[in-house]
């Protein structure tokens, strides 16, 4: 298929995210930050970061990692001044390398006050107002005996054992979470395993909200699901939550440069036939990492670093090297990309909308406090086996 950016034809393939067209274009920069208008590019590749925001179309903010092509996508840079490249509101990131307190730069200083409010508002922001309104959704509402939300192994999982009871939400372009990057196969054959159970399962969804009418522990459980088709007010007798975790950023100067991406999402490139480069460095260990390693090496030169070795990220508008500290020297090496593997951090949001408590582990992060059958708040569970299902199905049954 065809596709433009910013007025430039590129290929694409049908049916593939958008932003990995873009990648594989060799276009890494895809908007600007709001405020400092630094670079910016995908790093997750599963609409977490907002990295990858672009206009589609004459519709504003669209996660290009979550837009899949048809054919014909008009795709713009937003926000800047100038172009993509060269945004004259860069000269934000330059002149305030601190960073810009909005809320008290010359506020209350008479005359100025007001012109910089004004100024701000034009600067800021993400993009303009569509070019239309996008067609509204159908609402319903509807029954839902037990939600299931994330459909990666423990999501599959709580699906296959409760079967028609079942309705699974992801928001993913197909079922297996992390399973879609590490072994493809194995995600299709736990999504088989949940469909013949007779569980429903709607990929391309999102659960928006989680809340309790009226307000309250013991209040009725009601999710706000987003599908590409209808937006759904579901009244859950019961919510699995297996929403998994959130990918970790690298924590060294300059994390943002695009070409800066999570292992996860470079795994997830590579499966789908685009590579970020022919030299990348891989900083971190971890099950993404590893299947990087095992999958890439020999296609491409890896870089394998510590962490705690990486001083900075370099480049202007992408990421062309990394400075770090080896055997004692600090050395600049050359790359074309950078994959970080790091512990992620608990998806721990939907739970505490639903009343869940949270305890912090340094080594972990916030997680839902669930109790022996993984319930972590009334009719609320954490997906975690046998003792789990048994507890949801008595509460069905009652
Ligand atoms: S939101 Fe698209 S790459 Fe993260």
């Known amino acids: 298929?065809?596709?433009?950016?910013?007025?430039?034809?590129?290929?694409?393939?049908?049916?593939?995210?958008?932003?990995?067209?873009?990648?594989?274009?060799?276009?890494?920069?895809?908007?600007?930050?709001?405020?400092?208008?630094?670079?910016?590019?995908?790093?997750?590749?599963?609409?977490?970061?907002?990295?990858?925001?672009?206009?589609?179309?004459?519709?504003?903010?669209?996660?290009?990692?979550?837009?899949?092509?048809?054919?014909?996508?008009?795709?713009e840079t937003q926000n800047v001044l100038g172009t993509r490249e060269t945004?004259?509101?860069?000269?934000?990131?330059?002149?305030?390398?601190?960073?810009?307190?909005?809320?008290?730069?010359?506020?209350?200083?008479?005359?100025?006050?007001?012109?910089?409010?004004?100024?701000?508002?034009?600067?800021?922001?993400?993009?303009?107002?569509?070019?239309?309104?996008?067609?509204?959704?159908?609402?319903?509402?509807?029954?839902?005996?037990?939600?299931?939300?994330?459909?990666?192994?423990?999501?599959?999982?709580?699906?296959?054992?409760?079967?028609?009871?079942?309705?699974?939400?992801?928001?993913?372009?197909?079922?297996?979470?992390?399973?879609?990057?590490?072994?493809?196969?194995?995600?299709?054959?736990?999504?088989?395993?949940?469909?013949?159970?007779?569980?429903?399962?709607?990929?391309?969804?999102?659960?928006?909200?989680?809340?309790?009418?009226?307000?309250?522990?013991?209040?009725?459980?009601?999710?706000?699901?987003?599908?590409?088709?209808?937006?759904?007010?579901a009244r859950c007798r019961a919510i699995v939550l297996a929403t998994g975790r959130h990918d970790a950023a690298p924590a060294f100067a300059n994390n943002d440069l695009p070409g800066v991406l999570s292992a996860r999402a470079a795994l997830f490139a590579w499966q789908n036939d685009v590579l970020l480069g022919s030299r990348i460095a891989l900083v971190g260990a971890g099950r993404f990492a590893e299947a990087l390693v095992a999958q890439m090496s020999g296609a491409v030169e890896l870089v394998q670093l510590d962490p705690s070795s990486v001083v900075r990220a370099l480049g202007r508008d992408r990421i062309s090297a990394v400075e770090a500290r080896v055997e004692g020297k600090t050395r600049r090496i050359k790359v074309d990309a950078l994959a970080f593997d790091g512990p992620g951090a608990p998806s721990f949001e939907l739970a505490v909308q639903c009343g869940a408590e949270v305890r912090f582990e340094p080594e972990a992060g916030y997680s839902p406090v669930a109790g022996a059958d993984g319930s972590v708040s009334e009719g609320v569970f954490v997906a975690s086996g046998e003792t789990t299902w048994e507890a949801i199905r008595r509460r069905l049954a009652g």
Request: aromatic share 2%; with cysteine; hydrophobic share 40%.
């Open 87 to 233: 945004d004259l509101l860069s000269a934000a990131d330059f002149l305030f390398p601190q960073g810009i307190d909005h809320h008290r730069l010359m506020a209350g200083v008479r005359g100025l006050s007001p012109l910089v409010g004004s100024f701000a508002r034009r600067v800021a922001g993400l993009g303009k107002l569509a070019d239309h309104a996008p067609p509204a959704l159908p609402a319903e509402r509807v029954e839902v005996p037990v939600l299931i939300v994330g459909g990666g192994r423990a999501g599959l999982g709580a699906a296959a054992a409760l079967g028609p009871h079942a309705t699974l939400v992801d928001d993913g372009f197909s079922l297996g979470g992390a399973l879609t990057a590490l072994d493809p196969r194995r995600g299709e054959e736990l999504a088989r395993r949940a469909l013949s159970a007779g569980a429903t399962c709607l990929p391309r969804s999102t659960v928006v909200a989680l809340s309790r009418e009226p307000e309250g522990q013991r209040g009725e459980l009601t999710a706000l699901v987003v599908t590409p088709e209808r937006t759904l007010v």
């Open 1 to 75: 298929m065809e596709i433009t950016h910013d007025g430039q034809a590129l290929p694409a393939r049908l049916g593939e995210p958008l932003a990995l067209s873009l990648i594989a274009a060799d276009r890494l920069l895809l908007s600007r930050s709001p405020k400092l208008h630094r670079p910016r590019g995908p790093y997750c590749l599963r609409g977490a970061c907002e990295g990858c925001l672009v206009r589609v179309n004459g519709l504003p903010n669209q996660p290009a990692c979550r837009v899949i092509v048809e054919g014909g996508e008009r795709v």
